[in-house]
């Protein structure tokens, strides 16, 4: 079950924010953007030019507009995004790694010289319905609510980015092992590679946060 995070928490007191703040980790940095509506107004604001790509529900719009803002924040300066052969973001004006994530109310940005992998996921009852689609029944005994749940699906969503070259599902290669305070220990088998990965999360009003903070083969 989830454990309320108090007030002093660096994260959690995002959620009494109107904006942003960052996360600073030895890897690296992941900011956190709460989306409050304004971001349309900023947006074309910062980013005069610039639209989103095809067309996408406006909620989607939103979520995208506020991920590019927080990235903007961070690096201090207009990132120029391209997408990699596996459909991952890459910044082509600065050497750092970029991973993005966005939900209901949030959008996320990890930043390192390294790895990087970040998820951010709104809870809600569905998640339930989907458990047996993504997790083993050992994982599926480590989280019987829906809070655990989401928690676990934000967990593989943040290894699966992290290996997006490999085209996969949640269940057969990505395992997590334990969910202590706040991290999570999980293991990633590719072929005859196994992967040991350390997960960071934190707890947020109605969503959890979720980033990789060491991967060892």
Request: glycine share 6%; aromatic share 6%.
């Amino acid at each position: 079950m989830r454990s309320e995070v108090g007030c002093a928490d660096i994260v959690s007191q995002i959620c009494a924010m109107p904006l942003v703040d960052t996360l600073e980790i030895p890897v690296g940095r992941v900011g956190l953007w709460r989306i409050d509506g304004t971001e349309e107004a900023r947006y074309d604001l910062q980013f005069p030019s610039v639209g989103t790509k095809g067309t996408v529900h406006p909620r989607t719009s939103l979520q995208r507009k506020a991920s590019r803002l927080l990235l903007a924040q961070m690096l201090g300066f207009r990132p120029e995004l391209e997408k990699d052969a596996d459909g991952r973001p890459m910044l082509t004006n600065s050497p750092l790694n970029v991973s993005v994530s966005h939900t209901d109310g949030f959008a996320a940005v990890m930043l390192g010289p390294g790895p990087v992998s970040v998820d951010v996921q709104a809870i809600t009852p569905r998640i339930l319905k989907l458990r047996e689609r993504y997790l083993k029944p050992e994982e599926q005994r480590m989280a019987p609510d829906m809070d655990t749940a989401t928690l676990l699906w934000a967990a593989k969503e943040t290894v699966y980015k992290f290996c997006a070259t490999e085209r996969h599902d949640f269940r057969a290669p990505i395992t997590v092992h334990h969910i202590s305070e706040d991290t999570m220990a999980a293991t990633l088998l590719v072929g005859e590679e196994l992967s040991s990965l350390t997960l960071g999360h934190r707890w947020l009003s109605g969503a959890v946060l979720v980033w990789l903070e060491s991967v060892r083969s």
